[in-house]
C-alpha cells in the first residue's frame, strides 16, 4: 500500500541550529513529493516539491530538500533555523492528483 | 501567486443544522478540489475529491449524505455539513490543485473550524 511515513512526530531545536526533517515514502513508482507546514489554525503552505530532475530542490523560507530513491527518503533541511520556523511539518507523495500526508512533525523552537 | 480562500474561517452552530463552506480559488482555476478534515494533532485526511462539472469521489468511510460537495466553477467548490452533530466538529480544509502537469501540487485554502454544539 502507499505510504508517507514521519517518523519523528516531535523536533526542538535551538535557534540558529540546523535542521533535518524525515520522511520515508512507499510507492510502486517514484511519487510526486511535497513538503508543507501548518502553522497553528492555519492551512498548509507549500514549501517545496519534487516531481523529476534535480534531486536536491531548494524552496521557500530557506528550506531545501533531497530526493534519495535509494533509501525512498525525501528528507527537508534548513541550515539555520529561526524563532518563526516553529509549526507543524507534513511530508506528502502522490501519484495522480491524489496526495497522501504523513502523520506530520512539529518543530519547537528554542532562543 | 495559487491562492485559496475559505469562508468562513469559524462557525458554531446548533446540533442538527446545516452549515455550507466555500473554497475559492482566487487566481487561477483549479481542475480539481479536495475536502479535507484535521482532527486535533492530527493529520489531514481525504474526504472526497471534487472536479468542476461532475459529482464528488468520496473516501471510504465518509459519508456522501452528510458531507454534501458542489463544484459550480472551476474556481469555486462548497462542503455542505447536513444536519450536523458534535461529532462533526473538526477543522475542515479544502485544496485546489492545478493537475498532474504541475506535479499534483495542491494549494491549501486556511481552514474552516466547526464546532457543533
Known amino acids: 500500500a502507499q505510504s508517507v511515513t514521519q517518523p519523528d512526530i516531535h523536533i526542538t531545536v535551538s535557534e540558529g541550529a540546523s535542521l533535518e526533517l524525515r520522511c520515508n515514502y512507499s510507492?510502486?513508482?517514484?511519487?510526486?513529493l511535497f513538503w508543507y507546514v501548518q502553522s497553528p489554525g492555519q492551512g498548509l503552505q507549500l514549501l517545496l516539491k519534487?516531481?523529476?530532475?534535480?534531486?536536491l530542490v531548494q524552496g521557500i523560507k530557506g528550506f531545501e530538500a533531497e530526493f534519495k530513491r535509494s533509501q525512498s527518503s525525501f528528507n527537508l533541511r534548513k541550515p539555520s533555523v529561526h524563532w518563526s520556523d516553529a509549526a507543524e511539518y507534513f511530508c506528502?507523495?502522490?501519484?495522480?492528483?491524489?496526495?497522501?500526508f504523513g502523520t506530520g512533525t512539529r518543530l519547537q523552537v528554542f532562543p | 501567486g495559487a491562492v485559496v480562500s475559505q469562508h468562513p474561517s469559524w462557525v458554531i452552530c446548533k446540533s442538527g443544522t446545516s452549515v455550507k463552506i466555500e473554497c475559492r480559488s482566487l487566481?487561477?482555476?483549479?481542475?480539481?478540489m479536495f475536502w479535507y478534515r484535521q482532527f486535533p494533532k492530527q493529520s489531514l485526511m481525504l474526504m472526497a475529491t471534487?472536479?468542476?462539472?461532475?459529482?464528488?469521489?468520496?473516501e471510504q468511510g465518509v459519508e456522501k449524505d452528510k458531507f454534501l460537495i458542489n463544484h459550480a466553477s472551476l474556481t469555486l467548490s462548497t462542503l455542505t455539513v447536513t444536519s450536523a452533530h458534535p461529532e462533526d466538529s473538526s477543522f475542515y480544509i479544502c485544496?485546489?490543485?492545478?493537475?498532474?502537469?504541475?506535479?499534483?501540487?495542491?494549494?491549501f485554502g486556511p481552514g474552516t473550524r466547526l464546532t457543533v454544539l
Open positions: 485544496s485546489a490543485g492545478t493537475g498532474t502537469s504541475d506535479g499534483g501540487a495542491q494549494f
Open positions: 510507492y510502486g513508482a517514484t511519487p510526486y
Open positions: 519534487y516531481f523529476s530532475g534535480d534531486t
Open positions: 506528502a507523495g502522490g501519484d495522480t492528483d491524489k496526495l497522501i
Open positions: 487566481d487561477f482555476q483549479a481542475t480539481t
Open positions: 471534487s472536479n468542476e462539472g461532475s459529482k464528488a469521489t468520496y
